[in-house]
């Protein structure tokens, strides 16, 4: 499936294109669950936000407190804070991936997290590795 049917699937939607950056758009934003896609950066700062599933932005994703289960696809991502929870798995689009992680977040790969998102994006699709690339430290 391409990003374009992925959008067109999508159970939420949030436009936070904000060219002059008046407003707060993308902080804390609710409902996560499904397919929710993000046209624009999408911030969490509140340690009670929880979300789940598909979450994909175009923009930076930014997460200091909250829970999120399951994959987010995006362009760059910063995750950092104490009581912030990763269940899942961070898949950028980019060839240079822009991961920044600071403080002591709970970041964990989840297998079943991952199979969730595939049942509900595409749940007849075959599944292989299609590319692996190991980078030297």
């Known amino acids: 499936r391409s990003k374009g049917d992925v959008m067109a699937d999508a ?30 950066d999408f911030k969490v700062t509140n340690n009670a936000w929880v979300g789940n599933g598909l979450l994909v932005v175009n923009g930076q994703f930014e997460m200091q407190g909250g829970n999120f289960t399951g994959i987010t696809w995006t362009t760059s991502a910063r995750i950092s804070g104490n009581n912030t929870v990763f269940d ?18 709970n970041l964990n790969y989840d297998a079943a997290a991952i199979d969730s998102v595939i049942e ?13 690339e190991e980078v030297p430290s």
């Open 120 to 132: 509900i994006t595409n749940p007849n699709a075959p599944l292989g590795i299609v590319l692996w």
């Open 88 to 105: 899942g798995a961070l898949f950028s689009e980019t060839e240079t991936v822009v991961l920044r992680i600071t403080g002591d977040p």
């Open 11 to 40: 159970t939420h939607y949030y436009d936070n294109a904000d060219a002059d950056n008046t407003n707060d758009y993308g902080n804390n934003q609710t409902p996560v669950s499904g397919i929710t896609w993000v046209n624009g």
